[in-house]
């Protein structure tokens, strides 16, 4: 994400009457993860993993260390999620807004993907 909430894009261009276009372009869509029922993203890999990281990983990692915060330290969270002292209180009401419609698309894309 570039800094002001803009996204990037990148596009693939290459010339299709030379030999190995539908190779490339089945390479380059392997990359990619459907996201959303939307546009397909590249996702980096984690550690030493080869694969990307699947959006529906990122998303439970990103919550269960909020509710792990949120149930264990109980003083902490109020502190980050207090709006008129906390730098990032505004960033995780959007975080936890954008989960109730991203989580449920994702469980949905991917229930999709594996029952074809």
């Known amino acids: 994400m570039y800094p002001g909430g803009q ?18 372009t ?5 990359h990619t993860t459907s996201y959303r ?6 996702f ?6 080869t694969d990307s990281l699947h959006p529906v990983m990122a998303w439970w990692a990103v919550l269960f260390a909020l509710s792990m915060l949120a149930r264990y330290h109980p003083e902490a969270w109020a502190d980050h999620i207090a709006v008129d002292n906390s730098k990032v209180a505004v960033r995780i009401e ?18 999709l993907d594996v029952s074809q």
């Open 26 to 30: 089945a390479d380059a869509l392997s």
């Open 7 to 24: 996204g990037g894009t990148v596009h693939l261009a290459y010339p299709c009457s030379h030999t190995g276009y539908h190779e490339r």
């Open 94 to 111: 959007h975080l936890l807004t954008e989960a109730l419609t991203a989580v449920p698309e994702l469980l949905l894309q991917t229930i």
């Open 37 to 42: 029922l939307h546009d397909r993203y590249v």
């Open 44 to 49: 980096p890999a984690v550690g030493a993993n």
